[in-house]
T-cell receptor
Framework: TQLLEQSPQFLSIQEGENLTVYCNSS?????LQWYRQEPGEGPVLLVT?????EVKKLKRLTFQFGDARKDSSLHITAAQPGDTGLYLC???????????FGPGTRLSVLP | DTGVSQDPRHKITKRGQNVTFRCDPI?????LYWYRQTLGQGPEFLTY????????KSRLLSDRFSAERPKGSFSTLEIQRTEQGDSAMYLC???????????FGPGTRLTVL
């Protein structure tokens, strides 16, 4: 069974601060996705990372996939209240038969 | 809008009643997934289809749960004899193939009284 852990579980910061959230596993994933979910809605895909060591940027968000493809991080620069939400990482094994989600990091950005 | 759609968005039912949810995936996507999400948790996998074939079911999917995708397009998830523990958000997702990213619908929130 592949498990994804996310840390921190909760994070409350002031607008303008920087933050990093983490997604870790003891298993290797063929790809890893980051989603953001707002209350009462389905998760919305932010990025997919595939190659070990890969870094992708999406405006103020920077995503990194670990060299061993077991972990990932999401860094947000100058957080804004609109960044508030549940950040989920999800991974697929090499056969696509097992797709698992982490429990999420709930981010609150205060104005 | 050509994204994943789910119907209804909200369902309130009494314990013991049957409920059915519908998911319409992105039209060219072959894979369709069902997940359940409870408050404060990430989505938990329930089952998935490759076209019309149901290829995997989680142990979370008890005998009261059944899913179909009869023509390889839309899918239904039925829960018989609902229990209060079934209260959750039921999410549907679709992907083009087995290595491709899943795109989620808005979910159906079920409340069992």
């Amino acid at each position: 069974t592949q498990l994804l852990e996310q840390s921190p579980q909760f994070l409350s910061i002031q607008e303008g601060e920087n933050l990093t959230v983490y997604c870790n596993s003891s298993s290797v994933f063929s790809s890893l996705q980051w989603y953001r979910q707002e209350p009462g809605e389905g998760p919305v895909l932010l990025v997919t990372v595939v190659t070990g060591g890969e870094v992708k940027k999406l405006k103020r968000l920077t995503f990194q996939f670990g060299d061993a493809r077991k972990d990932s991080s999401l860094h947000i620069t100058a957080a804004q209240p609109g960044d508030t939400g549940l950040y989920l990482c999800a991974g697929a094994d090499g056969y696509g038969q097992n797709f698992v989600f982490g429990p999420g990091t709930r981010l609150s950005v205060l104005p | 809008d050509t994204g994943v759609s789910q119907d209804p968005r909200h369902k309130i039912t009494k314990r013991g009643q049957n409920v059915t949810f519908r998911c319409d995936p992105i039209s060219e996507h072959n894979r369709l997934y069902w997940y359940r999400q409870t408050l404060g948790q990430g989505p938990e996998f329930l089952t998935y289809f490759q076209n019309e074939a149901q290829l995997e079911k989680s142990r979370l999917l008890s005998d009261r749960f059944s899913a179909e995708r009869p023509k390889g397009s839309f899918s239904t998830l039925e829960i018989q004899r609902t229990e209060q523990g079934d209260s959750a958000m039921y999410l549907c997702a679709s992907s083009l193939g087995w290595e491709d990213t899943q795109y989620f619908g808005p979910g159906t929130r079920l409340t069992v009284l």
